[in-house]
């Protein structure tokens, strides 16, 4: 499987589904410790973001949060991208 891909778990939509979790007031953002947090829900307490660029204190659009969170889970993933 690790040679031959395999399709992401989890993939866009599911990372804007949970932008929407995070911003709970409805403000089209998030911080970049919420984006955090949501990346260690998923890779554990060691997952930061600022490993693909996201610096503490920011503030991150839903673009921008789906893109950084897509990037450090490609960058986490064991297996060959496809």
Do not use: C, W
């Not at 610096?55 to 064991?78: C, E, I, Y």
Request: glycine share 8%.
């Amino acid at each position: 499987m690790k040679v031959a891909g395999t399709a992401p778990l989890i993939n866009e939509q599911d990372l804007e589904t949970m932008f929407g979790m995070f911003d709970i007031t409805k403000r089209g953002t998030v911080t970049a410790e919420q984006a955090n947090r949501a990346l260690q829900v998923i890779l554990g307490p060691a997952a930061d973001l600022a490993e693909v660029g996201v610096k503490p204190g920011s503030n991150l659009t839903k673009d921008q949060f789906v893109s950084s969170m897509a990037h450090a889970l490609k960058r986490a993933s064991p297996y060959r991208q496809q």
